[in-house]
């Protein structure tokens, strides 16, 4: 059972949105927030007072980017941010940082360290955020959350969820796909960056949350398999990936 924990009115006011599963809809990554505003001369409030007329509205579109946050209400961001974190609730963290039209500083570096402690769903939300700094690092963090979740499915106790990061890859690879087709040589660059990181980032978060929003019911309660069985898994993941890529490679090679 998750632990409760109680959030200030702040808080609720910050984090009310809905959330989806690998990066929410596509309604809330377009977003624009709606600010409805009334705007009334004294004329028309006198008008409106003396013959029941409707004030007039006007629609206006305000873009959240975070620069008129508190030092407070970041400190509650970032504390609920993590919290979801120790609950493996990705789902909401994305909702939140998508909620922005774009990531402020503070999270953009919160989401880059959160991304190097492994964990996958904030890694391919940290390489959508890269598009439009660095499209080489957009790739290769793209290459290190699909190989990620790659290890974390195949750690699945049950085989069903083997093939959940293929859910995930269909899910992110529309931001990925415009950089690989206008630059292919990214494709085995990244690889080959993806697999080294992962030989030095063997240390990783609990890949339950992937297992369960795969598979709904496991036999004999086993999750996950044990952690003596990991590092056969992890070799096992990064040579099939170094084979792929070695045949890439020689695939373009030919075509050259």
């Not at 939300?125 to 790739?139: F, G, P, R, S």
């Not at 190989?147 to 093939?163: E, P, Q, Y």
């Not at 293929?166 to 697999?195: C, N, R, S, V, W």
Request: with cysteine; hydrophobic share 35%.
């Amino acid at each position: 059972m998750k632990n409760v924990k109680s959030i200030s009115l702040s808080a609720l006011l910050l984090f009310g949105a809905g959330t989806s599963f690998v990066g929410c809809s596509d309604k809330t990554e377009e977003k624009l927030v709606e600010e409805v505003k009334t705007t009334q001369s004294e004329e028309v409030k006198q008008q409106g007072s003396k013959n029941n007329v409707e004030p007039k509205k006007v629609t206006t579109y305000v873009k959240k980017t975070g620069e008129d946050e508190t030092k407070e209400q970041k400190d509650i961001i970032l504390e609920q941010l993590d919290w979801y974190i120790d609950e493996q609730e990705y789902e909401k963290v994305v909702s939140v940082l998508r909620s922005y039209d774009s990531v402020p500083q503070y999270l953009f570096q919160w989401l880059k360290q959160r991304s190097i402690e492994g964990h996958v769903m904030l890694q391919f939300e940290y390489a959508k955020n890269l598009v439009a700094i660095d499209q080489l690092e957009t790739a290769k963090w793209f290459s290190i959350g699909y190989i990620g979740a790659k290890i974390d499915s195949n750690l699945c106790a049950s085989k069903d969820a083997h093939t959940a990061y293929q859910t995930m890859k269909k899910g992110i690879f529309k931001y990925a796909a415009p950089i690989l087709e206008q630059h292919p040589e990214y494709t085995t660059i990244a690889t080959d960056y993806a697999i080294k990181w992962h030989e030095e980032h063997f240390d990783r978060p609990n890949p339950e949350w992937i297992c369960l929003r795969a598979v709904k019911h496991f036999t004999n309660d086993l999750i996950v398999y044990k952690e003596d069985h990991w590092p056969a898994v992890h070799k096992m993941v990064l040579d099939q990936m170094r084979n792929v890529n070695k045949s890439q490679k020689e695939k373009m090679a030919k075509q050259k």
